[in-house]
């Protein structure tokens, strides 16, 4: 395997970038656990938790097409801008509502789901705005480094939430978020690349149905979809569970809480890293299911875990799979995807990325509540595995000739 400088880095656009967003990331991860925290103070139901992480995904199986629609016809750098700046109102209100003490779970459900509504718009367009910040010949790289990013965040986020919820009050990890998407819009007010629209302007639902034409024609872009959705309805959802593992399994708290939160974001990072020096080699989609396999045999092994210090070990190596996957996932769907359908085509890929978790959050929840975290896990584990190996045998005749 060749190791490669990700040639990313050398597009001071792209450099900007990633410095707003490592800011604002920590601040969306720290929120995440915080309100995670928040949900099992009030209600200790895991049900909840599946509750609000469906409200916060629900608009992505909503919105997200549209969003996709948007980011094929104005120019992204000035969407985004739009979306980073209405994403601050959610974090302040909850903040404010929490110290004003008249915080509830229908509050929490309906600014999650107003977040979730900005981000259904917001990701199409920043996933498609990467090709054109540094060029497809290091797209693969922009990919990875931007997960990289995401998942150092999401190692110093939690640790960091961990912390302040065990030191001061629960409200300063909303307060930090709402100020975290500052750094972000200036960096996109500096940015030259303005990511134009390369769509020609065709009808919602004639932009749609070429997109989806392009997908049902290209069976190795159908069934990574396929898989994907399968993981974001099935598999990713486990971490809604971390909480009840937490406190109900381990009799931690919420610093043992963050603390798996953050070694998942390192395993996750740890995985980014690999996949952006790794460049842009054929075998992704033996990497691919390489990946999905060592995730479900993982997540069995979590399940009949009664360490702590072993479960951390299990949770880092999931976190380095998922990513992996997803990274190279993106990168081989866009670089078989014609430009002027990128904004589309990944708009079809939030869907199934972030639209199931919905379903998948509320299922992950009725599965613990019923049988409890390990058994849910052991119930996962097992379905995710069934569906990469069904994935491996559709896709075994394009393994050798895959595009790199």
Same mark, same amino acid.
């Given at each position: ?25 920590t ?21 909840y ?24 016809r104005?120019?992204?750098?000035? !969407? #985004?801008?739009?979306?980073? $700046? +209405? ?5 302040? =209100? /909850?903040?404010?509502? &929490? ?7 229908l ?9 979730g ?15 054109e ?18 998942n150092g ?31 972000v ?39 990574l979809? !396929? #898989?994907i959705?399968?993981? $974001? +309805?099935v598999a990713i959802p486990?971490? =809604? /569970?971390?909480?009840? &593992? ?8 919420p610093?043992?809480?963050?603390l798996?939160?953050?070694i ?9 890293l690999?996949?952006?020096?790794r460049?842009?080699?054929?075998g ?57 359908l ?19 959050n ?6 613990a ?31 050798i000739?895959?595009?790199?």
């Open positions: 395997m060749a190791i490669t400088i990700p040639g990313a880095i050398y597009s001071r656009d792209f450099r900007l970038y990633l410095s707003g967003q490592i800011i604002s990331l601040g969306t991860w720290m929120q995440s656990v915080a309100q995670n925290w928040l949900v099992w103070s009030i209600t200790g139901s895991s049900f938790l599946g509750l609000i992480g469906g409200a916060s995904s629900l608009p992505m199986l909503l919105f997200t097409l549209i969003g996709g629609i948007l980011a094929d104005f120019p992204k750098r000035r !969407l #985004l801008i739009l979306t980073q $700046s +209405l994403s601050i109102i959610p974090a302040l =209100i /909850l903040a404010i509502f &929490i110290d004003l003490k008249i915080i509830t779970v509050h929490i459900a309906i600014l999650a789901f107003v977040l509504t900005i981000n259904a718009f917001d990701v199409p367009v920043r996933q498609s705005f990467l090709v910040m540094v060029g497809k010949e290091s797209l693969t790289g922009a990919i990875a480094l931007n997960s990289a990013i995401f965040a999401r190692l110093i986020g939690p640790m960091i939430a961990g912390l302040i919820l065990s030191i001061f009050s629960i409200s300063t990890c909303f307060y930090i978020n709402a100020m975290s998407y500052i750094p819009v200036i960096a996109l007010l500096m940015m030259k690349t303005e990511g134009l629209p390369s769509g020609k302007g065709d009808s919602v639902r004639g932009g749609l149905r070429e997109a989806i034409g392009f997908v049902l024609s290209d069976r190795v872009v159908l069934y979809l !396929l #898989l959705m399968l993981f $974001s +309805l486990y971490i =809604i /569970l971390l909480p009840a &593992i937490a406190e109900g399994v381990f009799q931690g708290g610093r043992l809480y963050g798996m939160m953050g998942i974001g390192g395993g996750s990072l740890t995985g980014a690999f996949i952006a020096f460049g842009e080699g054929r992704k989609i033996n990497l691919i299911a390489l990946f999905t396999t060592l995730f479900s045999i993982l997540l069995f092994l979590l399940s009949t875990s009664g360490m702590v210090s072993l479960s951390l070990i299990f949770l880092f190596f999931t976190g380095f799979c998922v990513i992996s996957f997803l990274a190279t996932a993106n990168s081989l769907i866009q670089h078989r995807t014609p430009d002027h990128r904004g589309r085509v990944m708009s079809l890929y939030t869907l199934v990325f972030l639209g199931m978790t919905p379903p998948g509320l299922i992950a929840g009725s599965l509540s019923v049988l409890g975290p390990m058994t849910a896990l052991k119930v996962i584990s097992i379905v995710t595995l069934g569906g990469t190996l069904i994935f491996r045998v559709l896709t075994r005749p394009y393994g000739i895959e595009r790199p």
